[in-house]
């Protein structure tokens, strides 16, 4: 037990630091589904929020395709980008989630194996 | 309604869960191992390493922390930096208030626990497609996701130096072909579409500007708002193609 409370003295600034990041992460993840009346919500944020999932989606896949080590990439070195151009097809054609998402990983592990772009 | 990719199929809901779950997994403990290693480079014993993976469950918000803290941050730096990452989160958590209006405010708190950018993408275009919510999914998929995130984070970050190179099994593309997979049913109208390109553009450019911490949150939020602009303009112009 001492030994723990040793432990925690000699790391007292990153465990306040976990502790504040642990706040701010749990926080906003929370607090909005909790306390919205999400069934009375004012017509125009209703609709505003129905634009969330594809606005996030995009947001958040865009730049893992196109920005690549660190820089926007549009050339046949970015791997994810030259996998998802497939990939996007595969989604759009055959509508199916999980063969979308294993001809991604496959396309991928294909390229690296034939040492095409890492 | 336009044919979509499904996301659910019919079956006892934690078939359901584990169903959702396990793309999610897939991309998770890869890039939790990646955590762990680099979270233990930075200075942040394993044990913490594991206890932010049980606590925060937000890869970006983990990353930046652990970049952070190991470069020399401080607290308030380091904490602020998380919480930005993290504003997308308020996006959406919001987003899911309409549709879990009926279940009790103590359920949906639990289920905002489990909220990450992936479960959200799973839930809501399930929800979407008109699956009939099912709490009992959502905990599983959500615990499971879990799991395997503080897998990934301790095997990182106690024998990170036990596994070599993981990228040749391409798991680091998971969770992108997944996004990929879950934004081609979003487009369901041109201007969702529309609105998927602009905010995708945009979430690029202040990324390659260098707003790598702002980016999701401007974007999506930039997004939204036109969105909202143009439907209302579009539904003036024909009140019958309320989108």
Redesign the interface.
């Known amino acids: 037990m001492s030994g723990l409370f040793a432990?925690a003295g000699e790391?007292e600034?990153?465990?306040?630091?976990?502790a504040?990041?642990?706040?701010?992460?749990?926080l906003?993840?929370?607090?909005?589904?909790?306390?919205?009346?999400?069934?009375s919500?004012p017509p125009?944020l209703?609709?505003?929020?129905?634009?969330?999932?594809?606005?996030?989606?995009?947001?958040?896949?865009?730049?893992?395709?196109?920005?690549y080590d660190g820089?926007?990439d549009l050339s046949t070195s970015n791997l994810?980008l030259m996998?998802?151009i497939p990939?996007?097809l595969v989604?759009?054609k055959?509508?199916?989630?999980?063969v979308?998402?294993a001809?991604?990983?496959?396309?991928?592990?294909l390229a690296?194996?034939a040492a095409w772009a890492? | 309604m336009p044919?979509?990719?499904?996301?659910r199929q019919p079956g006892p809901p934690w078939a359901e869960g584990l169903r959702r779950a396990l793309?999610i997994t897939?991309g998770y403990v890869p890039v939790g191992f990646t955590f762990g290693v680099l979270a233990v480079k930075n200075g942040?014993?394993a044990g913490?390493a594991v206890?932010?993976a049980v606590?925060?469950?937000?890869g970006s918000?983990q990353f930046v922390?652990a970049s952070l803290?190991g470069g020399g941050a401080g607290?308030?730096s380091?904490?602020?930096a998380?919480?930005i990452v993290?504003?997308?989160?308020?996006?959406?958590?919001?987003?899911?208030?309409?549709?879990?209006?009926?279940i009790s405010?103590v359920k949906?708190?639990l289920?905002?626990?489990g909220?990450t950018?992936e479960t959200?993408?799973v839930h809501?275009?399930a929800l979407?497609e008109g699956w009939p919510l099912n709490t009992a999914t959502m905990y599983i998929c959500n615990s499971t996701t879990h799991l395997s995130w503080v897998a990934g984070c301790t095997i990182g970050a106690f024998c990170g130096n036990l596994v070599n190179d993981v990228?040749?099994?391409?798991?680091?593309?998971?969770?992108?072909?997944?996004?990929?997979?879950?934004?081609?049913?979003?487009?369901a109208s041109r201007l969702?579409v529309l609105?998927?390109?602009f905010?995708?553009?945009?979430?690029?450019a202040l990324?390659?500007g260098g707003m790598s911490q702002w980016?999701?949150a401007v974007?999506?939020v930039a997004?939204?708002?036109l969105?909202?602009v143009l439907?209302?303009r579009q539904k003036r112009a024909e009140p019958e193609d309320a989108a």
């Open positions: 432990w790391h600034a990153l465990l306040l630091c976990v504040a990041a642990t706040l701010v992460t749990v906003p993840k929370v607090l909005p589904v909790t306390f919205l009346r999400g069934d919500l125009l209703r609709r505003w929020l129905d634009f969330v999932p594809v606005a996030v989606m995009a947001a958040l896949v865009a730049p893992d395709i196109f920005i820089r926007f994810f996998v998802s990939t996007f989604a759009w055959t509508k199916n989630y999980f979308t998402i001809v991604g990983i496959g396309l991928v592990i690296r194996w890492v | 044919a979509t990719v499904s996301v793309p897939l942040i014993p913490l206890a932010m606590l925060m469950f937000s918000g922390f803290w607290i308030l380091t904490a602020a998380v919480g993290n504003l997308r989160y308020l996006l959406m958590s919001a987003a899911e208030s309409p549709w879990l209006s009926r405010r949906r708190f289920l905002g626990l909220l950018d959200f993408a809501i275009t979407q990228r040749p099994l391409g798991l680091d593309y998971a969770i992108t072909a997944m996004f990929l997979a879950l934004l081609v049913p979003q487009c969702h609105i998927a390109i905010t995708g553009a945009l979430s690029v990324k390659a980016n999701v974007a999506t997004g939204a708002t969105g909202l439907s209302l």
